[in-house]
């Protein structure tokens, strides 16, 4: 058990629509990123955030968004929602050092599938 | 630009055999390395990192992973695999220079044999 929580577990929708995914943190973790990943495919970075900052971004459309609040919490949301966004959705949680140094551990992932 | 590459995308052995799951990576800085498992339906659980200090990485579950920066490579062993070791492992290097996200390899899937 990381302590990273993801809700919800899986979740059908319809091209076209809009999704929201939550992820509460680690406690005391202060960066949260979320990654996707494709059936039979390593995870693909989205976005990460640093205290409430959006703090790098993947190879992702601007339907791709997120926030992060001040209890670290966070979400991804997903406008506007196509057949290639079924996927596993997976949020870390990492403290990170002075020295740049950090380790991600991971929650247990949002099965989305688009029809 | 970082990547990492997993050789082959799955791996076979019997209950005790020598588990070695292969990974080479490329970095244009000092590289932090991890390997993850994961197992059906599940998230990523940790194994082990390497963060420039000892390049002979220990991690859970008896795996342990050495860094030779000569060869670029960063491989996964096990001395003896056991039923529950099947899953798929990722190897990821650490894009410090990006906040430190993580990119990932393609995944090796490991069976064990019985």
């Known amino acids: 058990e990381t302590g990273v929580t993801q809700s919800p577990t899986h979740l059908i929708k319809t091209r076209g629509q809009q999704v929201t995914l939550r992820c509460s943190s680690q406690s005391g973790h202060n960066t949260v990123s979320w990654y996707q990943q494709a059936l039979g495919q390593g995870p693909q970075f989205i976005f990460q955030?640093?205290?409430?900052?959006?703090?790098g971004r993947g190879n992702f459309p601007p339907r791709f968004s997120g926030l992060q609040f001040p209890n670290y919490s966070s979400e991804l949301n997903v406008n506007a929602l196509e057949l290639d966004d079924s996927a596993l959705y997976l949020c870390?949680?990492?403290?990170?050092?002075?020295?740049?140094?950090?380790?991600?551990?991971f929650g247990p992932g949002t099965r989305l599938t688009v029809l | 630009a970082q990547s990492v590459t997993q050789l082959g995308s799955h791996v076979s052995v019997s209950e005790g055999a020598l588990v070695l799951l292969r990974c080479n990576y490329s970095?244009?800085?000092?590289?932090?390395l991890f390997w993850y498992v994961q197992y059906p339906n599940q998230g990523l659980q940790l194994l082990l990192k390497?963060?420039?200090?000892?390049?002979l990485v220990k991690g859970i579950n008896g795996f342990e992973a050495e860094f030779k920066k000569s060869e670029t490579s960063f491989h996964l062993t096990k001395p003896s695999a056991h039923m529950s070791d099947a899953a798929e492992y990722f190897c990821a290097v650490s894009d410090r220079n990006q906040g430190g996200k993580l990119i990932f390899g393609q995944g090796t899937e490991l069976s064990v044999k019985p």
């Open positions: 870390a949680s990492s403290l990170v050092f002075q020295d740049g140094t950090d380790t991600q551990y």
């Open positions: 390497y963060t420039s200090a000892a390049t």
């Open positions: 970095s244009s800085v000092p590289p932090y």
């Open positions: 955030y640093y205290r409430e900052e959006e703090n």
